[in-house]
């Protein structure tokens, strides 16, 4: 059974940090590209950033240069680090599974992170 459980979001002021985590089960971590997917309240969901099992990465324009995304093989786990946060990161962020080649992918249940004073 595959799961993505997702932690780390919560309340932050605007230009605070937070980092969301990721944890796989259930798939071979090492071969999943991983992203983070986000949905604002009446809003489609929304590719913010990507990384492949080789650790090549991309990012939406609206988060370069203050978001990072990372994983660890080891622990199974992809991480996003977020700086800089503004109000309209609000949203709910997704850690998606994807292998493209298959055609197979998965989706955490998300994590809710409001940027707000």
């Known amino acids: 059974q595959v799961q993505l459980v997702e932690s780390g979001g919560g309340l932050v002021q605007p230009g605070g940090s937070l980092r969301l985590s990721c944890a796989a089960s259930g798939i071979i971590f090492s071969i999943y590209t991983m992203g983070w997917y986000r949905q604002a309240p009446g809003k489609q969901r929304e590719l913010v950033a990507r990384i492949a099992g080789g650790g090549s990465t991309n990012y939406a324009d609206s988060v370069k240069g203050r978001f990072t995304i990372s994983r660890d093989h080891a622990k199974n786990t992809v991480y996003l680090q977020m700086n800089s946060l503004k109000p309209e990161d609000t949203a709910v962020y997704y850690c998606?599974?994807?292998?493209?080649?298959?055609?197979?992918?998965?989706w955490g249940q998300g994590a809710q992170v409001t940027v707000s004073s």
């Open positions: 998606k599974a994807d292998r493209p080649s298959t055609g197979r992918s998965f």
